[in-house]
């Protein structure tokens, strides 16, 4: 369940980042496409290393299956990673497209409320926090005591 969901926020972050890449190639301020700025360029560099870092988190866990269940450490990291980057990913995406972003005329709106959704299911980025800490002490934590 970890890795799918976290393969679900991944398709909203690099879905965010493709949209949003296109659109700065068309968008044109002071007489020429928004890309041409150093600020945006930092940004998309920012959101790419992201998404390729989610990516290969989640690609570590998923490989484990192959001998059988991805680790809990290894499937909480990914979806943790996940699951925050792709609601950054698709905020500053939606940021860069302005008012366009947040209209229903374009997918970002609804690619950032997903993000922000599959944060919550199958456990919550906290929740994910807390189990990454127990793998790596090797117990698990009671949160109802």
Request: glycine share 12%.
């Given at each position: 369940?970890?890795?799918g969901n976290a393969t679900m926020s991944l398709a909203q972050a690099?879905?965010?980042?493709?949209?949003?890449?296109?659109?700065?190639?068309?968008?044109?301020?002071?007489?020429?496409?928004i890309a041409e700025f150093q600020a945006v360029q930092?940004?998309?560099?920012?959101?790419?290393?992201?998404?390729?870092?989610?990516r290969l988190l989640i690609w570590r866990a998923a490989s484990q299956a192959e001998e059988g269940l991805p680790s809990v450490l290894h499937s909480s990291t990914g979806k943790c990673f996940?699951?925050?980057?792709?609601?950054e990913v698709t905020g500053d995406a939606m940021q860069l497209m302005g008012a366009y972003g947040y209209s229903k005329e374009f997918p970002m709106e609804r690619r950032l409320r997903d993000a922000w959704?599959?944060?919550?299911?199958?456990?919550a980025i906290d929740i994910q926090k807390v189990n990454i800490a127990g793998?790596?002490?090797?117990?698990?934590f009671d949160q109802r005591r």
């Open positions: 369940e970890r890795c690099s879905g965010a980042l493709a949209d949003v890449c296109e659109y700065v190639l068309e968008r044109k301020q002071f007489g020429k496409p930092l940004k998309l560099a920012e959101m790419q290393m992201k998404v390729e870092a989610a996940a699951n925050t980057i792709s609601r959704g599959w944060g919550i299911a199958g456990g793998a790596m002490l090797g117990r698990r």
